[in-house]
């Protein structure tokens, strides 16, 4: 088995005009290759996606129409996107979602493009297993290990942040396919990563907010966490409520 230190990686993120994979589209690209002593090739453009960019969208990249209007059209850079990329492992900050995009993209234009998900590794994931981090967002992962601020949230600034943060978060590894063989399986939670109860310990979110958030379409981690979570209380009802022989009293 390699060494991980010596393995060459891609880093790859997506700038859209929004999250609908299904119907928002690439604005920006950023693609590194790299190992874990040096940065051997980038590349970066803005996309003309030929529609508007949502305000929403707008305010947290900054890439305004304007910015992108003129710029190479995503069917011209899914070859050499592919060509860079292919053969090597994947690593993003919720990169199913930039593999996502980079599919849909060549589907609805008819081209051929091919990236499977089993070759990558999700920065997201991985802090979820250091939990070490107040918040596995790539801004405080950078806060918490004292990265480095590359200015703009731009897809090449966060690129090279979630490098540095990669090579943090696989200090405990000593080959890539650890780390694969890991993130197999789900990953517990400790907290509500998102909606009304964010960052709430899940043992004190409300059962019925966790009954509706069993019948969402969340990650694989989220959905065992809250899952397994329903399941402690079925076995170990709270001491409140009807269960309560002195809630009369």
Known sequence: ?????????????????????????????????FTYDEILDKFET?????????????EIHKITDEMVSGKPKIEEILHKTLEMINGYTI???????????????????????SIDLKNSIDTLRLARLYADSPSNSLEVLRK????EDEGAHRAMSDVIVNIKVFKYL???FKTTEEIRK??????????????????????DVPSDYLNWASHQNFDMDLSYTILKERRKRRSHPPFSGSSNPFADL
């Open 1 to 33: 088995m390699g060494n991980i230190k010596k393995d060459t990686f891609i880093c790859l993120d997506c700038e859209t005009t929004g999250l609908d994979v299904e119907n928002d589209e690439i604005i920006e690209l950023a693609i590194a290759k």
């Open 46 to 58: 803005l996309i003309d996606p030929k529609r508007p960019i949502s305000q929403e969208s707008i």
């Open 91 to 113: 690593v993003g900050h919720n990169i199913g979602f930039d593999i996502s995009m980079l599919i849909q993209a060549s589907k609805k234009r008819g081209i051929p493009f």
């Open 144 to 147: 918490h290990f004292n990265i």
């Open 170 to 172: 696989i200090g405990d």
């Open 182 to 203: 890991r993130l197999i399986d789900p990953i517990e939670l400790k907290t509500m990563p998102l909606g009304k109860y964010k960052g709430r310990i899940l043992r």
